[in-house]
């Protein structure tokens, strides 16, 4: 028997509304004021979901288990897979000695901790968000980070607000192109709307990273690096958004970023370098000390085949091939969930069932691509074998076992929410806001994300209520659905999953409410930027847009 939906079920949108908000009020509480670890505070929050499902919303029971478990499943793969061998390679890499190379060729081009934020976190990590992303590059990026030195808190934090303003066209911009298929809007459209906000953010990162390591002052002495990464990312982000398409903004943006520092750090250097205070300053050194080139291509080979690999996994025809092979994807209707839910008005124009399929595409799954980096990369380490490799393997997934749980638990939260109807019930909440809804429209999508972990999941969720709420309070449309994807990018620093993944790469396992508390002032902050610019964008600056 099929159960259809209901979103008003206090009589009363708000108090609705309200009601729907308490899990997601519990998780806040439990991660920036209890500082509870994330394993713990998931739990209280699925808990106080699965009796508000049951017993306000009246989600059958047997129903309501079954999605959050399809979430779960959904979690670890197939996220949970990329995780795990995203920080595998990084701890073999570690194992078998090379991470020391790697760190030292580093330290050949600058060893000042703001230019290695920046050439890492911002430019390095966009190049992984836009080849694999679904948390690959705060995994690697944070790890690699912590590895040079840098305090794990501040690797874990400094990663995860490098990550925003790629987010939108992360994974081969699979965030745009879902957007499009949901509202039935051009990708390209929602593209070059995106491409028209999210420019304004790119540029100040660099400069916001620098400043929340060593202040306002500190930073002006590397203003000519800030400047050029700034000005090279968000240039290039809105060239390729608006004249090509979603799918290279960010990796051509990483790219003519990272080649405009390295040609910068040959004819500049900054005057001191910096460290954290636990490491005091140092004079700037006049010339880098030799450094073997074979040993630093060797030390570098596992992140540049696995570049390669992600690279590879995300276009769409080399996916396709893959999927097309025998065996490779096997794809089956969720036991107890599938064909058993039905969405209802608004939010479809009549009852259509919600169907819940689960796809184990394990060839051509982002995972898959690093795994097998990481199996190329072993005959290229000294001295290192795959017994080893294996071993490393074994000890990585025991010392991911908390971040693991935290995970599929967030995730069954968030289909638990979606399969019940309390998402589209607080989505509802926010159409309430009529003229001012250019405002909360960015609300929507950073609710999502920090609900989902993903932009993609966000836009999937909301982008046909965008549609819908621009038409009726006579908002631009295409402006709405971009605005979901722009706002979402803000909540991905703060989501329990990304918070969770930077916690696993820094070994600061039952830390996540601190760095929840560390991240949550930078993510409001930037999404208030957001906000304003797409009222701007709707009203006196209308003629910003395609």
């Not at 713990?40 to 106080?48: N, Q, S």
């Not at 540049?304 to 490779?328: D, E, H, R, T, Y």
């Amino acid at each position: 028997m099929i159960w259809t939906q209901v979103y008003d079920p206090a009589g009363n949108a708000l108090l609705s509304a309200l009601l729907a908000g308490i899990p997601l009020i519990a998780l806040f509480f439990m991660l920036a004021v209890r500082r509870a670890k994330g394993h713990h505070a998931a739990g209280v929050a699925v808990g106080l979901s699965a009796v508000l499902a049951i017993l306000v919303w009246d989600m059958p029971a047997g129903v309501a288990v079954s999605s959050f478990i399809y979430g779960a499943a959904f979690g670890i793969f197939p996220i949970i897979w990329i995780v795990v061998t995203a920080v595998w390679v990084y701890n073999m890499t570690v194992e078998s000695g090379e991470f020391e190379h790697l760190k030292q060729s580093l330290a050949s081009l600058t060893d000042d901790r703001r230019l290695q934020a920046i050439f890492i976190a911002f430019a390095f990590g966009a190049f992984l968000e836009g080849t694999a992303g679904f948390g690959t590059p705060v995994a690697i990026t944070a790890a690699m980070l912590v590895g040079l030195g840098f305090n794990p808190l501040y690797a874990a934090g400094v990663c995860l607000i490098a990550n925003t303003a790629p987010v939108a066209f992360g994974a081969i911009g699979v965030p745009i192109i879902v957007a499009g298929q949901v509202s039935g809007i051009s990708d390209m459209t929602i593209s070059a709307i995106v491409g028209r906000q999210l420019p304004f953010l790119s540029i100040i990162v660099p400069l916001w990273l620098c400043v929340l390591m060593c202040g306002f002052k500190r930073s002006m002495e590397v203003l000519p690096a800030i400047a050029v990464a700034g000005v090279c990312f968000a240039g290039s982000q809105f060239l390729f958004s608006n004249f090509h398409g979603p799918t290279l903004p960010d990796i051509m943006s990483a790219l003519i970023t990272i080649v405009g520092l390295v040609i910068l750090l040959r004819v500049w250097k900054p005057s001191r370098i910096w460290r954290f205070e636990s490491e005091g300053d140092a004079p700037a050194a006049a010339e880098g000390g030799s450094i073997n080139m074979n040993v630093v291509l060797r030390a570098w080979s596992p992140y540049i085949i696995l570049a390669v690999m992600v690279f590879l996994w995300g276009l769409p025809q080399f996916k396709n091939l893959l999927n097309s092979l025998p065996g490779a994807v096997i794809t089956f209707g969720w036991p107890g969930l599938d064909g058993l839910v039905a969405k209802t008005a608004p939010i479809a124009e009549a009852n259509t069932v919600y169907g819940a399929k689960f796809t184990f595409n394990w060839l051509s799954a982002g995972g898959t691509a690093i795994l097998l980096a990481g199996l190329f990369s072993v005959p290229l380490m000294p001295g290192y074998s795959f017994g080893k490799a294996f071993s490393c393997f074994a000890r990585t997934v025991v010392q991911l076992r908390f971040p693991i749980v935290t995970i599929a638990m967030i995730l069954g939260l968030a289909y638990l929410m979606n399969y019940s109807g309390m998402s589209s019930t607080l989505g509802i909440a926010f159409t309430m806001t009529g003229g001012l809804f250019p405002l909360f429209a960015p609300l929507l999508g950073w609710l999502g994300v920090f609900l989902t972990g993903s932009d993609t999941s966000s836009n999937a969720l909301f982008c046909g209520m965008q549609r819908n709420t621009a038409e009726v309070v006579g908002m631009y449309p295409e402006l709405a659905v971009a605005a979901n994807s722009s706002g979402g990018v803000t909540g991905k620093m703060i989501s329990p999953q990304s918070i969770s993944v930077a916690t696993a790469a820094t070994n600061m396992v039952g830390q996540e409410g601190n760095l929840f508390r560390f991240a949550l002032p930078h993510s409001l902050a930037m999404t208030a930027c957001i906000c304003l610019m797409t009222w701007l964008q709707a009203g006196p600056l209308r003629w910003m847009l395609p």
